[in-house]
């Protein structure tokens, strides 16, 4: 019986995969695809792994992943797995000032119709950092400084990110980072907090009443879709965060999410 080459294998796959988009790079989209997959796996995979994920054949992705190590994108670890290397970072925060550059258009508009302080956050490895923020006009608001970090328990956008997380992995991130008290309010089981992220998948919105700094009221909604796991809110004192106008607040913050996801999505002009 005829034997398949390394080569037909690699045909059939690029024949069952969608055409490339015009004028694209194929080696470009699998080496981005390939750095996806092992971030999708928590940053450590095997060759074997990324071969029965991707559908590529050993040959290639090995080739694939040598240039990757060779540029510093990838790092082979002594077992001869492969983890994503240490230029990513550089990327990364790179990639993360300019999230919080295309967010601010749509966090004005958030303070224009709230007239509350609008916030965008990320998930970074266990922790919650600020990437961009839109202050409100009034007199008494809200500062969070861009660049801090907090941990996800105590604020809005920590339960709105974290929300559709399995609960088992949430359990493991409360482990590792503790349940410290900001205020006499603040969440401190795990069972508390896994009740609240419940709360937040059946009204379609995540509240911080006090938890954080006593007197503030923070809502929060994760981007959908988004490329990282961001989320945007409002912050305000608690008189004027109130029942009342978190029924006309949080109308908005869904819309803009879902904007700002188009946005996100968007290739942008061709080149």
Known sequence: MP????????????????????????????????????????????????????????????????????????????????????????????????????????????????????????????????????????????????GRRVLPHSTGVGKALLAHTPPEEVRALLARTGMPAATEKTITTPEGFLDALEEVRSAGFAVDDNEQEIGVRCLAVSVPNSPTAAAISISGPAGRVTEAAVEKIVPVLQEVAVELSAALASSGPAA
């Not at 060759?47 to 790092?75: D, K, Q």
Request: contains cysteine.
């Open 3 to 146: 034997t398949s080459s390394a080569s037909d294998a690699s045909t059939e796959v690029a024949a069952s995969k969608p055409p490339a988009a015009s004028g694209g790079v194929q080696s470009l989209e699998r080496a981005f695809d390939l750095l996806e997959r092992m971030a999708d796996a928590g940053g450590e995979v095997g060759l074997s792994e990324l071969s029965a994920s991707s559908g590529l054949p050993l040959p290639t992705i090995h080739r694939l992943m040598r240039t990757l190590v060779a540029c510093g994108y990838v790092r082979q670890q002594p077992n001869r797995r492969y983890s994503l290397g240490p230029r990513l970072i550089r990327l990364g925060e790179s990639a993360s000032r300019l999230l919080g550059t295309w967010a601010r258009p749509y966090l004005a508009r958030l303070v224009e119709e709230t007239g509350e302080t609008a916030n965008m956050a990320l998930l970074d490895g266990d922790e919650i950092v600020y990437v961009a923020q839109v202050p409100s006009k009034h007199s008494m608001r809200m500062f969070t400084e861009v």
